[in-house]
């Protein structure tokens, strides 16, 4: 591979190379080669530029060994994209605009004398001129640009230069018009979708787990990262081995095994495992770039519907020409034949839709969640089916102990109900998810100590529960499926009889065994959700026509939340896969699935999907794997997306059909003589300016958006359906 040096100093080394030389997964590749030395400190990669930014420890040793590298690297086919596309508030930082071309209207029209006004009109006209050539002589297309520049060209021609200023006017409205909303829509996308600061974990330089900010992150820092989370910062596998989940840099849905050495990247997400990792480039040059990132793969995620109205827009530019060849035999008039070029419809169409994908976006995020693009508000809106996880989705992810039940009729000698507290928490406490804090919650709000030192290094495994062993014998903790069957423990009678027990109240449980012994179980409540049944009843409203609740639960469990909500069907004892290949079948069927989740083991379904939501108190790696993020927990938010979504779908199509209607109206007045050059040029270019306006107007009246939570609480409190009595009792002694 090669490049052009730029800048060569002590210990820095900036290369450029040609657009397209150096993509994602290359990069991504020869970083790992870099940085494998450790002498490469800090390494970059700017899209807009083409080049490659290194810090290295000095010597020149150092440095010919990275040309070398460099040198021999192979990055593969090279794309077609060029670094100069990217605009810089696409990089999300505010960069002025070009002036409003009203301005320079008003500008050629009274200060510009007239011959110094053609000249510069002439000079304005030339780049589309070339476009045209262009499109005519080398890529023998009949498009947008061949129509506008013949149209400037006719109008040249038969010396209508007031036909052809009016036509330069509106055509730079128009861009400036779409760069315009395209850059405050993505901006506003932008700071928004900043948020608050996640905290992440990090080792102290005592060796102990520390939480911190983002922002705290220095480079050199040890980030820890544990199963189910995104990873932070750039930097280097320094302990442990993950699989680690880098579609969002790569594109490839399959995880990728990371060990001692390896290189990591923000934004891609641990799925397995526990790595930590010395950062080596931190700030907003990882997690916002991830989020610059999302953003605009989100404004280039076009609906089938835009995609669908683009090519016929396209279809119908030779008919501009046929019509235009039509009126001059007819009429040998070439102003009326020239009225032909000057209305067509593919620019409206291409401007507006954007429009309505970037404004519906920006109007959701606003609303409390985040629609990933065009092809998922459509898929939103035109889903049939709503399957939901329980767990953390209905529920409201803050659990409680309700009650911890010794078992004493296996045999062996029995724990104690606070010795069975201690153990599960002591193995709990090093795998942050909602319910192992709130069994090491009780722990802490009863005063009972842990004895780390009783036991050896604790696995985790997804979706399952977790394994250690103490004193010689293996201790796992987790589900009723982990237990029973990959562990093949036994229930006894008086363990059965208490899972019957717990799970008449809705409560979910958690096994404990010891030795192949089952020694405890432990009951955790979870409130269902703020609104969840009248969110289920709006979406049978909208359409939704079957909706099933999934769960890994008991039956009984299963059942009882089902009939408080009001589902259709539900399914228990279900595992991450057996939900994934349910939302398969479902899809397969014929259905449109819009699958609700917020865990680690509801990855797999939301991604299988026809559109993936997850709440935002959910694991990093559902928000990621999902297409809509509800944002502060807020399940009732859902109801407001699909609505939007599907007024989103609706103004697009209306919007189509104007352009459609007027435009062909506006061919048939030039046709017939009706309107000149110049008024057909205005109609027409008032139209599109019109359109993009009206695709940019907010589509949620005041009474359809999100209720705010205050002044909820006697709801809360009155939704007797959704609790029960007695359930702030937090432990059962």
């Known amino acids: 591979m090669n490049g052009i040096i730029i800048s060569d100093t002590k210990g820095r ?45 000095r010597g020149e040793k150092m440095r010919l060994s990275i040309m070398e590298a460099i040198l021999s690297f192979d990055a593969g086919e090279r794309s077609t994209v060029s670094y100069l596309d990217e605009k810089s508030y696409e990089m999300g930082e505010e960069s002025p605009m070009d002036p409003n071309p009203i301005y320079g209207a008003l500008f050629r029209r009274f200060i510009l004398p007239s011959p110094i006004r053609f000249v510069w009109e002439v000079a304005m006209t030339i780049p589309y001129v070339i476009r045209a050539l262009k499109s005519l002589l080398w890529e023998r297309s009949l498009d947008v640009e061949l129509l506008d520049g013949a149209a400037l060209t006719v109008c040249y021609a038969r010396k209508d230069y007031g036909s052809a200023s009016t036509l330069l006017f509106f055509y730079a409205l128009s861009e400036w018009l779409e760069d315009w909303t395209k850059r405050k829509s993505i901006l506003s996308l932008f700071h928004s979708l900043k948020g608050t600061e996640e905290k992440v974990w990090v080792k102290s330089s005592d060796g102990k787990r520390i939480q911190v900010k983002e922002s705290e992150i220095e480079i050199g820092s040890e980030v820890i990262v544990l199963a189910g989370g995104l990873i932070p910062v750039d930097g280097i596998v320094s302990d442990g081995e993950a699989m680690v989940n880098q579609a969002t840099m790569t594109g490839e849905p399959l995880p990728v095994r990371k060990i001692q050495g390896g290189s ?24 916002i770039r991830s989020i610059i990132e999302y953003i605009k793969e989100s404004e280039a995620s076009k609906s089938g519907l835009q995609g669908r109205a683009e090519r016929l827009a396209d279809s119908i530019v030779p008919f501009n020409f046929l019509l235009m060849l039509v009126t001059f035999l007819i009429t040998r008039d070439i102003a009326k034949a020239g009225n032909a070029l000057l209305v067509h419809y593919s620019c409206v169409i291409r401007l507006s839709t954007p429009v309505v ?28 089916t709503c399957v939901f996880d329980k767990t953390g989705t209905l529920t409201e992810a803050k659990p409680r102990v309700a009650e911890v039940v010794a078992i004493t009729d296996s045999g062996e000698k029995p724990l ?56 010689g014998e293996k201790v796992i903790l987790g589900s009723y499926q982990f237990i029973t069957d990959d562990e093949k423990v036994p229930m006894t009678k008086e363990a059965i009889s208490a899972s019957e027990r717990i799970a008449e109240n809705g409560d979910s449980m958690i096994y404990l065994a010891i030795g192949g ?27 939704i026509t079957k909706a099933i609740m999934l769960t890994g639960d008991l039956d009984s469990t299963a059942k009882t939340i089902s009939n408080r909500i009001g589902f259709d069907e539900y399914r228990a004892q279900l595992l991450p896969d057996d939900k994934a290949a349910y939302v398969s079948k479902t899809e397969e069927e014929g259905l449109r699935v819009m699958m609700v989740g917020d865990g680690l083991n509801d990855s797999a379904a939301l991604s299988l999907a026809s559109v993936g939501v997850a709440l935002s108190d959910g694991s990093a790696l559902a928000k990621d794997v999902a297409n809509v993020q509800l944002m502060n927990g807020r399940i009732d938010a859902l109801p407001v997306a699909r609505l939007l979504s599907k007024k989103a779908m609706h103004r697009t199509k ?45 589509f949620l009246k005041p009474n359809e958006k999100l209720m705010p939570l205050e002044g909820q609480e006697d709801e809360l409190i009155g939704q007797e359906s959704e ?11």
């Open 264 to 287: 990591v990247f923000a934004g891609t997400a641990v799925e397995e495992g526990e790595i930590t990792i010395k950062a080596v480039k931190v700030g907003r040059n990882t997690r």
């Open 654 to 698: 209306e919007n189509y059909w104007l352009i459609v209607i007027l435009n062909t109206f506006y061919l048939f007045l030039g046709f017939m003589g009706v309107t000149g050059a110049g008024l057909t040029s205005f109609a027409h270019n008032a139209t599109t300016v019109y359109v993009a306006l009206r695709a940019a107007k907010p």
């Open 416 to 471: 104690s109900r606070d010795e069975a507290l201690t153990l599960a928490a002591c193995l709990e406490e090093h795998f942050p998810h909602p319910v192992g804090r709130a069994i090491v919650a009780q722990a802490y709000a009863e005063g009972l100590n842990h004895e780390e030192e009783r036991h050896t290094k604790v696995n985790y495994v997804v979706a399952r529960g977790i394994s250690s062993t103490i004193d």
């Open 357 to 384: 994908v970037l404004s519906a976006m920006k109007e959701g995020n606003e609303s409390g969640f985040l629609i990933k693009g065009g092809r998922y508000l459509e898929e939103m809106a035109e889903a049939d």
């Open 517 to 543: 012994v089952l020694k405890a179980i432990i009951a955790i409540t979870d409130k269902i959700r703020f609104r969840a049944k009248e969110t289920l009843e709006e979406l049978r409203e909208q359409g």
């Open 13 to 57: 080394l900036r290369i450029r190379f040609d657009p397209g030389e150096l993509v994602k997964e290359s990069f991504e590749r020869l970083g790992e080669e870099l940085m494998r030395s450790g002498e490469v400190k800090y390494l970059s990669f700017s899209k807009v530029t083409g080049s490659l930014f290194i810090l290295y420890e």
């Open 723 to 733: 609790t029960r009595e007695g359930e702030s009792v937090a432990i059962k002694h």
